[in-house]
């Protein structure tokens, strides 16, 4: 992963540049940002720019230290990521490959994993030493928030006396999560939510994505090119299709609430819903545009589910009024409660009742 192949932030990559020019690198930086932007494939980025062969290149790609950066097998790298807390060799390995395929998929294949505080020690017992190219060493901690409260306070210690030749980079989407004394030793960078465009580009680009499925799913993505490549494991119109399903029966007046809401809850875990959440919002999107609109203008081309545009304006015209605000914010809160983890049928019923005030129909949709 070069400075090249990071998908936008261009603010991010102007200030590392802008560094590595001047030779004025930090000790220890922290990337942050939301998540699936692109903070651990900038930490490579700027490993690659650090230990490469050619000076003033940053990374050029094809020395051998860039090579061995861009395969994780640098012995002057560290890649350290939440894990149980005996993590073998080889589960180590494999997920370290995974980074290799692709920097901006989710890291976490287990349940509440931690940084312990042996990783933490392993990178002081490293950094005691001379680097192995002599070029250097950098130690990424990918997901930093995920120190225990032990690792936290052995790694402030680190960046008290911070090691010679040594350049940490902390990755995470909850700054809240760090020891402020950790926070205030390094470098802050932040990275930006990428524009649907930028997605877009990078799913035809890399993933060989037929343009107009390119189209549709940057739209869905919020921003994160991770969600981007969740949704290509995905059926997006069926997913779609059973979001809009649930909205008939969310704003169905005449049936059993609290019925409906168990049903709903057997389409799927916390994750799921949430998803499907998501998809309401990128209708009530469109709806919103198209209501704005009216359905000649060119703001047709804003819309994010633009293959479905016939569907949408009957959805709009099946209504005598959308109170948008209350209904976006409606679905918005419910995402967030389910990430609060309250339970999910209260959290569907509520939001049912607050959609059926919002919606006020004219005829069946
Ligand atoms: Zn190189």
Redesign the pocket.
């Known amino acids: 992963m070069a400075f090249a192949q990071v998908i936008g932030q261009e603010g991010a990559k102007r200030v590392l540049r802008r560094a590595l020019e001047h030779g004025r690198l930090a000790h220890a930086y922290l990337f942050f940002g939301p998540e699936g932007v692109g903070k651990e494939a900038t930490a490579l980025a700027l490993a690659?720019a650090i230990?490469?062969?050619?000076q003033g290149?940053y990374?050029?790609?094809?020395?051998a230290?860039?090579r061995k950066v861009t395969t994780l097998t640098h012995p002057d790298v560290r890649f350290v990521f939440p894990a149980p807390r005996e993590l073998d060799a080889d589960r180590e390995r494999e997920i370290l490959d995974s980074v290799v395929q692709e920097p901006y998929a989710r890291l976490r294949p287990w349940a509440n994993p931690v940084i312990s505080i042996e990783r933490i020690r392993a990178i002081r017992h490293d950094s005691s030493l001379k680097s192995f190219e002599g070029r250097g060493r950098v130690v990424i901690l990918a997901e930093a928030d995920a120190m225990t409260a032990e690792a936290a306070n052995a790694l402030l210690k680190l960046l008290e006396e911070p090691p010679p030749a040594t350049t940490l980079i902390l990755t995470t989407t909850m700054v809240q999560g760090l020891l402020p004394t950790i926070v205030s030793r390094c470098q802050q960078v932040r990275f930006a939510l990428l524009s649907a465009q930028e997605i877009e580009a990078a799913l035809i680009q890399r993933r060989q994505v037929p343009a107009e499925q390119a189209r549709l799913i940057a739209g869905m993505a919020n921003g994160s090119y991770r969600r981007a490549i969740e949704w290509l494991e995905q059926d997006v119109n069926q997913r779609r299709d059973e979001a809009i399903e649930l909205l008939r029966t969310a704003i169905r007046a005449d049936h059993d609430h609290v019925l409906q809401a168990e049903q709903l809850r057997a389409l799927g875990d916390r994750a799921m819903v949430k998803e499907y959440l998501r998809l309401l919002l990128s209708i009530f999107h469109d709806a919103l545009v198209l209501t704005a609109a009216g359905p000649e203008s060119d703001n047709r081309r804003m819309l994010i589910n633009f293959d479905r545009c016939d569907w949408l304006q009957k959805f709009v015209g099946a209504f005598e009024q959308i109170d948008f605000e209350q209904a976006i914010g409606a679905v918005e809160e419910s995402i967030a409660r389910i990430d609060r983890n309250l339970e999910l049928s209260l959290v569907l019923i509520v939001l049912f009742q607050r959609l059926r005030a919002a919606l006020r129909r004219k005829s069946n949709v």
Do not use: I, T, W, Y
Not at 51 to 54: A, P, R
């Open positions: 690659q230990l490469c062969e050619k290149s990374g050029c790609g094809e020395c230290s860039c």
